[in-house]
């Protein structure tokens, strides 16, 4: 009799402690956000510096323009005013120049916007060249050399400002003469860039873990919460082999609790790292 009145009282006992304390000391850490970059990118995306195109009344018999000295003379104007560094000539930017050349003699057109609407942003792209700003002078005219070329750019205020546009690293240059509206003239076009490369890079592949974490915790949550639903609804056990199955979800859903805390611990830390990337990089660039 003794025997089973103890049976009797650790039932009891057991049953206010299953229900009352199998959550006690249990952390659930809340699911972390990283930034989005998106809004960062269509910024820089936005920043393209076109002041309208120059057209010369210039009529040099002698006219001859280079893409090397253009850029000569284009550092020097920058070297001239305030000692701003060098451009550096880049092959991207200057495939993206001769592309838009090419276009405004087969087209007939002198705007920084061809007849479909292709602007310096998608010479660019077109041209493989990331950016985080950009810039597009264009001329017309038959200029006596390359010097000439550059002063009246120079003269230009909007033009003036891209050449001297300290943030601006780098230049591509396309010269060429051929017919335009039934004379023969010389195009001039410069492209101005300052790549994306010169910011630190955020890392893809830290959002992808974040994302692979951030649905494995989700799915964890999933299993808690029908583990905790089961518990909640369960009966006092009545035998031994019932407190043991009870027993055994108890810990199963404390098991999935350290589980899930220590995902989520990793996915804060992954994130902490992901925005400060994201800080530094929008830092950058509005340098």
Known sequence: MKKLFAVIIFFACAWLVWQQGWLSGIKRAPVVQKQDLSQALQSIKDEILAPPPLKSARQSA????????????????RAANGGLPALKEN??????????????FAQQYFEHESPQGKGP????KAAGYEYIAIGENLALGNFDNDKVLV????????HRANILNSRFTEIGVAVGRGEYEGRTVWLAVQ??????????P???????EIDALQSEADRLLVQMDGLKADLAAASEPKTQAEADAYNQKVA???????????????????????????NEYNACIKQ
């Open 191 to 200: 492209e101005f860039g300052r790549p994306a490369s010169i910011c630190p």
């Open 121 to 124: 942003a998608d010479l660019a």
């Open 91 to 104: 092959s991207k930017l200057n495939q993206a120049a001769a592309a838009k050349l090419k276009d405004m």
């Open 252 to 278: 199963e859903y404390n098991n999935l609790i350290k589980i899930y805390n220590n995902k989520v611990d990793l996915l804060k830390s992954m994130t902490a790292e992901y925005n400060r990337q994201v």
């Open 202 to 208: 955020v890392s893809q592949s830290i959002k992808s």
């Open 62 to 77: 002698s006219a001859y323009l280079t893409l090397h000295g253009v850029i000569e003379q284009t550092n020097l104007q």
């Open 151 to 158: 002063q009246d750019w120079m003269d230009s205020p909007g």
